[in-house]
């Protein structure tokens, strides 16, 4: 009796670890899948006629095509691509990425046309577009570093108003001697 309750105990853990192994095997097949989509949608060429991805297409796909159109310059195209994937109501990890991946497209865009020009006016658009993406970005997400480097970079290229007003006036600040009874002046306490 012993002898057959072991060997259907260890039936059943065999039949479970089979169980495991097929769910194991089918989540590779789906990212190989998956993965090999991706590679193709980056590798996909890119004309005039260029259309968007199906919205059927995995998000992954969907947001690997945007990335590949805004590096070949279909920018509105890959504008449409990225706002496919931008939920307002709830942002999840494709979502915020692609809303990060807007705000560095109208920034590479704008950084094109100040240097291309030499009018930072015409960029001022696109740079103030980029900002208003990270912004929204860092308001889902505050702890990404990378949207608040980029942030600055923008900032950098086109500052707010009221720090440009308070430049050009340049009101001089009111500075104040205060002398402490045994401490050299230039001292800190």
């Given at each position: 009796?012993?002898?057959?309750?072991v060997?259907?105990?260890?039936?059943?853990?065999?039949?479970a670890?089979?169980?495991?192994?097929?769910v194991?095997?089918?989540?590779?097949?789906?990212?190989?899948?998956?993965?090999?989509?991706?590679?193709?949608?980056?590798?996909?060429?890119?004309?005039?006629?260029?259309?968007?991805?199906?919205?059927?297409?995995?998000?992954?796909?969907?947001?690997?095509?945007?990335?590949a159109?805004?590096?070949?310059?279909?920018?509105?195209?890959?504008?449409?691509?990225?706002?496919?994937?931008?939920?307002?109501?709830?942002?999840?990890?494709?979502?915020?990425?692609?809303?990060?991946?807007?705000?560095?497209?109208?920034?590479?865009?704008?950084?094109?046309?100040?240097g291309?020009?030499?009018?930072?006016?015409?960029?001022?658009?696109?740079v103030?577009?980029?900002?208003?993406?990270?912004?929204?970005?860092?308001?889902v997400?505050?702890?990404?570093?990378?949207?608040?480097?980029?942030?600055?970079?923008?900032?950098?290229?086109?500052p707010e108003?009221?720090?440009?007003?308070?430049?050009?006036?340049?009101?001089?600040?009111?500075?104040?001697r205060?002398?402490?009874?045994?401490?050299?002046?230039?001292?800190?306490?």
């Amino acid at each position: 009796m012993r002898r057959i309750t072991v060997h259907a105990v260890f039936g059943a853990l065999a039949l479970a670890c089979a169980a495991a192994a097929a769910v194991q095997a089918l989540r590779l097949e789906q990212a190989q899948r998956l993965n090999a989509a991706v590679v193709a949608a980056t590798q996909a060429p890119v004309g005039p006629g260029t259309t968007l991805p199906p919205q059927d297409a995995a998000p992954e796909v969907r947001l690997a095509r945007a990335g590949a159109l805004a590096r070949a310059g279909a920018y509105d195209t890959a504008f449409k691509t990225y706002s496919g994937l931008i939920q307002p109501t709830e942002l999840d990890v494709l979502g915020r990425q692609a809303l990060f991946n807007l705000g560095n497209m109208y920034l590479r865009q704008g950084m094109a046309l100040a240097g291309n020009s030499g009018k930072p006016d015409e960029a001022l658009p696109l740079v103030e577009l980029a900002k208003q993406r990270y912004r929204d970005l860092l308001r889902v997400s505050p702890g990404d570093w990378d949207a608040r480097y980029n942030l600055e970079r923008a900032l950098r290229m086109a500052p707010e108003e009221q720090d440009s007003v308070a430049e050009e006036t340049n009101v001089p600040v009111e500075r104040r001697r205060v002398m402490l009874r045994d401490m050299q002046p230039g001292d800190l306490p």
